[in-house]
T-cell receptor, first 115, second 113 residues
Framework: DGGITQSPKYLFRKEGQNVTLSCEQN?????MYWYRQDPGQGLRLIYY???????QKGDIAEGYSVSREKKESFPLTVTSAQKNPTAFYLC??????????????FGPGTRLTVT | QKEVEQNSGPLSVPEGAIASLNCTYS??????FFWYRQYSGKSPELIMS????GDKEDGRFTAQLNKASQYVSLLIRDSQPSDSATYLC?????????????FGTGTQLKVEL
């Protein structure tokens, strides 16, 4: 089956610990994205990557890091520097369509709770 | 001013009625527009995309775009209880770093029996 997988679905960590969230896609999409979603705030872009070995900061990159060593994988590390890490984390990927089209698809998400 | 604005709702409609969801955006350079449906506790699902002015229909869904007014809407005909969800409007702009989506905070739709 083609799609985007994120693991684990739920993750619990103690404050001060770094944690890495997994995102894998087998859609052969070039671009991948990380968002976080908090209640009532919609989705906010953390990092994105258009090609392997290249990535850009989004709107709320502080306290996060990413890598893009393979086209299929875009892991996100939530560091201890992130002040409010508890959130729903969503990975997405996209591919250009014919003409100027473009569509972005989401994985199932990881719900991170830090106490 | 928020880049993408939606009424948070909830918008309540009776089963079988037309639900109308609205979204405005601030950046005139925006090129592509999307509607996502998100059920509680789940990830967003792409249901409509629209790239040019006018209407685009797909089954019970119609997306409408008016770039001059910076307005995009989603109509859901014959609303069903299963349509009850939060609907996110997203706007795309091609930047030097690639395509980036900006999301509204979503409108909660409730379809009542």
């Amino acid at each position: 089956d083609g799609g985007i997988t994120q693991s684990p679905k739920y993750l619990f960590r103690k404050e001060g610990q770094n944690v890495t969230l997994s995102c894998e896609q087998n859609l052969n999409h070039d671009a991948m994205y990380w968002y976080r979603q908090d209640p009532g705030q919609g989705l906010r872009l953390i990092y994105y990557s258009q090609i392997v070995n290249d990535f850009q900061k989004g709107d709320i990159a502080e306290g996060y890091s990413v890598s893009r060593e393979k086209k299929e994988s875009f892991p996100l590390t939530v560091t201890s520097a992130q002040k409010n890490p508890t959130a729903f984390y969503l990975c997405a990927s996209s591919t250009p369509l014919s003409g100027s089209g473009y569509e972005q698809y989401f994985g199932p998400g990881t719900r991170l709770t830090v106490t | 001013q928020k880049e993408v604005e939606q009424n948070s709702g909830p918008l309540s409609v009776p089963e079988g009625a037309i639900a109308s969801l609205n979204c405005t955006y601030s950046d005139r350079g925006s090129q592509s527009f999307f509607w996502y449906r998100q059920y509680s506790g789940k990830s967003p699902e792409l249901i409509m995309s629209i790239y040019s002015n006018g209407d685009k229909e797909d089954g019970r869904f119609t997306a409408q775009l008016n770039k001059a007014s910076q307005y995009v809407s989603l109509l859901i005909r014959d609303s069903q209880p299963s349509d009850s969800a939060t609907y996110l409007c997203a706007v795309n702009k091609l930047t030097g770093g690639g395509n980036k989506l900006t999301f509204g905070t979503g409108t909660q739709l409730k379809v009542e029996l």
